[in-house]
């Protein structure tokens, strides 16, 4: 499974930013997809996912009401649109899918809402930098 992210870059404090998460392969309606970030020294860490059936959305505390998953179907992406953007926001930020019969199986398992272990497929990541 080909994923990309795109879309990073350098900003300042307050910015906002779009990050696009496509597949070359198939196509996301069917799939849960996660949005993730990673710093040096930590754990990969979810910043929301999308149950791309229904359409909706779940996003980790610390960036609720900054960040928002949307869908465009017909071009096969998912983005993730970041405003008010922190310092503490920086990272390398992923794009995974899985299946939705899979993903609800693990959540019904007790895997974590936010957990990487949800999803089977990876794209490489694109870095954000907010800094002043």
């Known amino acids: 499974v080909q994923l990309q992210a795109s879309g990073g870059g350098l900003v300042q404090p307050g910015d906002s930013l779009t990050l696009r998460c496509v597949s070359s392969?198939?196509?996301?309606?069917?799939?849960?997809i996660g949005w993730f970030r990673q710093v040096p020294g930590k754990e990969r860490e979810g910043v929301g996912c999308?149950?791309?059936?229904?359409?909706?959305?779940s996003y980790r505390d610390s960036v609720k009401g900054r960040f928002i998953i949307s869908r465009e179907n017909a071009k096969n992406t998912v983005d993730l649109q970041m405003s008010s953007l922190k310092p503490e926001d920086t990272g390398v930020y992923y794009c995974?899918?899985?299946?939705?019969?899979?993903?609800?199986?693990?959540?019904?398992?007790?895997?974590?809402?936010?957990?990487?272990?949800?999803?089977?497929?990876w794209g490489q990541g694109t870095l954000v930098t907010v800094s002043s």
């Open positions: 995974a899918v899985v299946s939705l019969s899979t993903f609800r199986s693990r959540l019904r398992d007790g895997t974590a809402l936010f957990d990487a272990r949800l999803y089977d497929y």
């Open positions: 392969e198939f196509t996301l309606d069917g799939y849960a």
């Open positions: 999308l149950d791309n059936h229904d359409g909706s959305t």
